[in-house]
T-cell receptor, first 116, second 114 residues
């Protein structure tokens, strides 16, 4: 099983450039999430989606946009990259949110993004 | 809003010694608690979770954690560590309302010394 696949794995951008990170899951999960991981700060939620066609802001949404046009894909966009967005980005998905669903979040292997 | 504090950023432990990684949380409502492990250059994997019931929770790879409501803690323990346990460990919390979101601690890097 592929699980959660993130594309690309590495990318270097110049300030002001734009790019899209792709997350794909093959588990038929309803919920999908984008996090950023920075040294000493753990994981912080950027945006999330509770189903196809829906998105919601997380803890640190500024400078990012997302789309969930298909259930299996969750795209994270940087319209005008800034050095402060240098980070490791993780996508995750889960079957549901209710604790009784007994389903944890499954994570991808991350995208390492550097903004020069 | 809920928050998580992992008191130790780095924990070195000799191989085959016991280890405890500390986690404290803050929330005004009932919580659900998780421990995740991250191996180098990989995503996070769920070690164990507390949803309800017994306060002692057993997970994968011989880890266990105990939920202590009065001390608002969820410490992770293993009686004997191995080199393969070298990783970063994250405590996380979600709440009954808004439980689609996890709030993570800042992580504890566990280093096993041969």
């Amino acid at each position: 099983n592929a699980g959660v696949t993130q594309t690309p794995k590495f990318r270097v951008l110049k300030t002001g450039q734009s790019m899209t990170l792709l997350c794909a899951q093959d588990m038929n999960h309803e919920y999908m999430y984008w996090y950023r991981q920075d040294p000493g700060m753990g994981l912080r939620l950027i945006h999330y989606s509770v189903g196809e066609g829906t998105t919601a802001k997380g803890e640190v949404p500024d400078g990012y946009n997302v789309s969930r046009l298909k259930k299996q894909n969750f795209l994270l966009g940087l319209e005008s990259a800034a050095p402060s967005q240098t980070s490791v980005y993780f996508c995750a998905s889960s079957f549901g949110a209710a604790p009784t669903s007994n389903q944890p979040q499954h994570f991808g292997d991350g995208t390492r993004l550097s903004i020069l | 809003a809920q928050s998580v504090t992992q008191l130790d950023s780095q924990v070195p432990v000799f191989e085959e010694a016991p280890v405890e990684l500390r986690c404290n949380y803050s929330s005004s409502v009932s919580v659900y608690l998780f421990w995740y492990v991250q191996y180098p250059n990989q995503g996070l994997q769920l070690l164990l979770k507390y949803l309800s019931g017994s306060t002692l929770v057993k997970g994968i790879n011989g880890f266990e954690a105990e939920f202590n409501k009065s001390q608002t803690s969820f410490h992770l323990r293993k009686p004997s560590v191995h080199i393969s346990d070298t990783a970063e460990y994250f405590c996380a919390v979600s709440t009954l309302f808004g439980n689609e979101k996890l709030t993570f601690g800042t992580g504890t890097r566990l280093t096993i010394i041969p």
